[in-house]
């Protein structure tokens, strides 16, 4: 039996939070579990905790295949992103000298960091200028051809609210022998992510935001169809086929995503994690998704002309980017009416969640308007 997530079931600041794309709220349940299935083996007299904590982030690895409908060999824990990118571009012998890069100049800033900085020989990174519509399927065809190595695709671009056309790039990309690299981190949660269907080479995502797990739980799905082309050069212990075996001079890579994992794993976030993503799957993402979709479908009718990022469900992402008049001053007056959203250079930022109602989107208008 499916259970219905509402706001009762997270811990939300006074107001309207509509900052989810930043980070989403914890659920009050959260505690007790983190309590269970880490403090407590960790307590226990006489206890070793580490077979309950290597069994919270199997969970956590668990409640990722059922969100992504993928396996669980397939999903390899990571710290944030920027590992996950460093890593799999580092495995792959392909990327080792003079490899060429598509990617858009409205990703986000640590991706162009990680694959300008990374020590791949002679590597030559191509961009999408900003002036070029991302969520045009055209537009990415023009770029993908013969002689690119690698293409880097955010599922949603967060400072513009866009989405790309990852199920045309992935597949244009497999037809051409480009690997591909799809970043959820802007999406996972609340936009459809099904992994049997896209099947890219690689996905990287987090869960600080709309999967509502805090920061430190990154993850790496890799496609196994590509994973015995994948030698990852930042290893540990935990990468090993057989990571209690102990012998110095016999590294041997585990036979699924976890060669990518490396050494001694924190836990607490994936334990923070694997619960917030339960609580999702028990309720259905489906359900989360077609509230964002509500919630943004009666911003656009009340403010449609300030909205800039793209109206039409296809094209857009679960945040809306509102430009109004230019006042220095309208951020600070929202949050001093506990009304919580951001802004980059194109505009506020504007997320609702499971936990906002109609009533949140009214009271942003409202006072949007009375400034305007």
């Not at 959820?184 to 709309?210: H, M, T, Y």
Request: aromatic share 10%; net charge negative; hydrophobic share 35%.
């Amino acid at each position: 039996m499916r259970s219905v997530l509402t706001k009762n079931d997270f811990h939300c600041p006074n107001g309207s939070y509509l900052l989810s794309h930043s980070v989403g709220r914890p659920f009050k349940s959260l505690a007790e579990n983190v309590q269970n299935s880490f403090y407590g083996p960790w307590e226990g007299r006489g206890a070793e905790p580490w077979g309950a904590w290597l069994d919270a982030i199997s969970d956590f690895r668990s409640e990722l295949a059922t969100l992504f409908s993928g396996d669980i060999r397939d999903f390899c824990p990571q710290i944030n992103l920027s590992s996950s990118l460093t890593k799999l571009v580092q495995s792959h012998e392909r990327l080792a000298r003079k490899p060429t890069i598509l990617m858009s100049e409205y990703d986000f800033p640590s991706m162009g960091f990680v694959l300008d900085r990374a020590p791949l020989d002679g590597a030559t990174i191509k961009y999408i200028p900003e002036e070029r519509d991302i969520t045009d399927p055209n537009v990415w065809q023009e770029y993908l051809c013969s002689g690119i190595d690698l293409v880097f695709v955010s599922h949603v671009y967060s400072n513009t609210g866009q989405k790309a056309p990852v199920s045309h790039i992935i597949n244009q990309a497999r037809e051409l022998n480009i690997i591909s690299v799809v970043d959820v981190a802007q999406s996972a949660g609340v936009i459809n992510v099904n992994l049997n269907e896209l099947r890219p080479d690689f996905l990287i995502g987090s869960c600080v935001k709309w999967l509502c797990g805090g920061p430190g739980a990154g993850y790496l799905w890799v496609n196994p169809d590509i994973l015995s082309e994948c030698q990852p050069k930042d290893v540990g212990w935990f990468s090993h086929e057989n990571p209690f075996e102990f012998d110095l001079h016999d590294f041997r890579y585990h036979d699924s995503a976890l060669r990518f994992w490396g050494g001694t794993p924190s836990v607490t976030p994936y334990a923070i994690a694997s619960h917030s993503i339960r609580q999702f799957n028990k309720a259905n993402v489906h359900h989360v998704i077609k509230h964002n979709d509500d919630l943004v479908d009666y911003l656009i009718n009340q403010i449609g002309d300030v909205v800039i990022s793209p109206h039409e469900v296809e094209r857009r992402s679960g945040t809306a980017i509102i430009s109004l008049d230019h006042n220095p001053n309208l951020l600070e007056s929202l949050k001093s009416n506990h009304i919580w959203v951001d802004q980059r250079s194109l505009g506020l930022r504007v997320s609702p969640h499971i936990y906002n109602t109609k009533q949140d989107i009214d009271l942003f208008v409202k006072h949007c308007m009375e400034v305007r």
